[in-house]
T-cell receptor, first 118, second 109 residues
């Protein structure tokens, strides 16, 4: 199946610093990518939808100035957690669907990024 | 609002069969997905149903009834490696995936 690569797999940062997470579709183009956050023992929560060449669409309650999303190409989206705080510690996962395929195809997920803010 | 319900946790024995149910109420329907997620890892795709009926794929089968807003994932010949969370997700009228909370499946020897 299609491959989505997410980097880094885990990161520890100091409170107040910023962290950038990359999501790449390796063998397909993705006009749209999705960023999720998952706290322990909870479901995936959609944070934002990343659109190539335009502004991301954020879900209610997600601060767009804190979680900066850039989708500069058809294969790359980045999520930057700015001024991170311990409560931002979570598992962040990106996913993408092949732009050329039917809308009914499955989403492919990156490996996820475990962020710990100390 | 949109809602997807699935049991929080289930326990089964190695070699047995288990059925994980999922009921949904969403604004529109463009298919239902089942994903498997091991702890600390990203979800991996298992199955997709858009028409009523049973889809079989090896040891895993998925069933859908659109009129009842109901699906189940059936796992046969359970193996220890099947211990994971199983996520039900519905694609709504905007082609957005709405996720259930997941069912943690514990397999005992």
């Amino acid at each position: 199946g299609a491959v989505v690569s997410q980097h880094p797999s885990w990161v520890i940062c100091k409170s107040g610093t910023s962290v950038k997470i990359e999501c790449r579709s390796l063998d397909f183009q993705a006009t749209t990518m999705f960023w999720y956050r998952q706290f322990p023992k909870q479901s995936l929560m959609l944070m934002a939808t990343s659109n190539e060449g335009s502004k991301a669409t954020y879900e209610q309650g997600v601060e767009k100035d804190k979680f900066l999303i850039n989708h500069a190409s058809l294969t790359l989206s980045t999520l930057t957690v700015t001024s991170a705080h311990p409560e931002d510690s979570s598992f962040y996962i990106c996913s993408a669907r092949d732009s050329e395929a039917s809308r009914h195809t499955e989403a492919f997920f990156g490996q996820g990024t475990r962020l710990t803010v100390v | 609002g949109q809602n997807i319900d699935q049991p929080t946790e289930m326990t089964a024995t190695e070699g047995a069969i288990v059925q994980i149910n999922c009921t949904y109420q969403t604004s529109g329907f463009n298919g239902l997905f089942w994903y498997q997620q091991h702890a600390g890892e990203a979800p991996t795709f298992l199955s997709y149903n858009v028409l009523d009926g049973l889809e079989e794929k090896g040891r895993f089968s998925s069933f859908l009834s659109r009129s009842k807003g109901y699906s189940y994932l059936l796992l046969k010949e359970l193996q220890m490696k099947d211990s994971a969370s199983y996520l039900c997700a519905v694609m709504d009228s905007n082609y957005q995936l709405i996720w259930g909370a997941g069912t943690k499946l514990i397999i005992k020897p």
